[in-house]
């Protein structure tokens, strides 16, 4: 077996893996493209037999700081790390991961701060709240809280009818009575087929961006994340008197639609359209057979709150962390400390003795 950086030669091979051997959305090779304009590193790994035919991928995106980098797989979705072959045994998927982490501290560690690496997830991880073994003798820790149970991500099962099994079986009377409010103040759902207000989607993606203290994505950005997967894109919009209040970008596999980017105004809130996006959303993948709706990441109480009105099957994530250097890890965690408490500013000062206790036992243990 050899590892190697794919090129745009393997595009095809890459996706016909992704698409074949359960990989998500997110690990389709065109993502390089968007990261290429964040100025980000796309590092593509392949491990193949010595018949070239692969056995497992691993895509990574190198981000560049001011003062440090950092290793990602993936940046975008739940779901990241490694695709295997199936019916590879358990000892060679260990080998070909060991393999993996070896090459990419040997190439790509020098001047980052930390590698984060998800797992590759499913509904059977619903159960798994315990580290994966391999991965803390490789020297990562674990990054999920069990008290909070976050970060996690939630998909939806669904069935072919919609109204008889999700509507009247699954969702409670606060979920419909809201959804049946914003239908009667006015808002209705449609899908935006020829990207007709990708400008007001790009308008109120960047408001929401700025109300929760983030860098909104550049115009190009956006524009590419609703264009380069033609066929496996719908955006879903909420307009109210004919005027766009919220819009939802959805990804679709064969199996699975990924909701990616929620956008909405002021007004979306008090007319409810968030919750009417996306029980149409769900409505429609329903109709269309997929078999699951996935709610994306979720890392703070309050948007777990939110999505838990759907009634999902909550799935921790995986996230593993491994650092690099000292200093450089200091300055991106204090950054993202600070980006978390400001965005959950609530949470924090009405739990802030509970926090700052766990802050301290985490210095007297450390």
Excluded at 181 to 188: A, E, L, P
Excluded at 314 to 332: A, D, G
């Amino acid at each position: 077996m050899h590892i190697r950086e794919a090129t745009i030669d393997d595009k095809e091979k890459w996706n016909t893996f992704v698409e074949t051997q359960g990989g998500s959305i997110f690990h389709y090779f065109e993502w390089k493209t968007i990261y290429d304009v964040k100025n980000w590193d796309y590092i593509p790994l392949l491990l193949e037999d010595e018949t070239t035919e692969i056995i497992g991928l691993l895509p990574l995106v190198k981000i560049h700081g001011s003062l440090y980098s950092k290793l990602v797989s993936l940046p975008e979705g739940a779901s990241g790390g490694c695709v295997f072959k199936k019916g590879l045994t358990k000892a060679k998927k260990s080998q070909a991961m060991s393999m993996f982490l070896s090459y990419i501290d040997q190439k790509y560690s020098k001047g980052c701060s930390t590698f984060i690496l998800k797992e590759n997830l499913s509904v059977k991880d619903a159960t798994r709240s315990e580290p994966t073994e391999l991965f803390v003798k490789n020297g990562f820790t674990f990054r999920y809280d069990k008290e909070m149970k976050l970060p996690c991500t939630y998909r939806l099962k669904l069935t072919p009818s919609f109204e008889d099994d999700i509507w009247n079986g699954l969702w409670g009377k606060y979920l419909r009575n809201h959804i049946r409010k914003s239908q009667k103040k006015g808002v209705c759902i449609k899908e935006d087929t020829n990207l007709q207000y990708t400008d007001d989607f790009i308008t109120m993606l960047s408001s929401t961006y700025s109300r929760l203290g983030s860098i909104p994505l550049s115009e190009e950005e956006t524009t590419l994340r609703l264009t380069t997967f033609k066929d496996k894109t719908k955006v879903w919009v909420a307009f109210l008197k004919e005027r766009p209040i919220a819009s939802l970008l959805c990804y679709y596999t064969s199996s699975i639609c990924y909701s990616s980017k929620m956008a909405y105004d002021d007004s979306a809130r008090e007319y409810y359209a968030t919750v009417l996006l996306y029980s149409e959303a769900i409505r429609d993948a329903c109709e269309n057979g997929y078999e699951f709706f996935e709610f994306g990441v979720t890392e703070t109480p309050s948007l777990a709150k939110w999505k838990e009105q759907f009634v999902p099957i909550k799935i921790p994530l995986r996230i593993y962390e491994k650092q690099y250097s000292t200093v450089r890890v200091f300055f991106e965690k204090t950054r993202s400390l600070v980006k978390w408490a400001w965005n959950n500013k609530q949470y924090v000062w009405h739990h802030r003795r509970r926090l700052i206790r766990k802050i301290l036992r985490k210095r007297i243990q450390g």
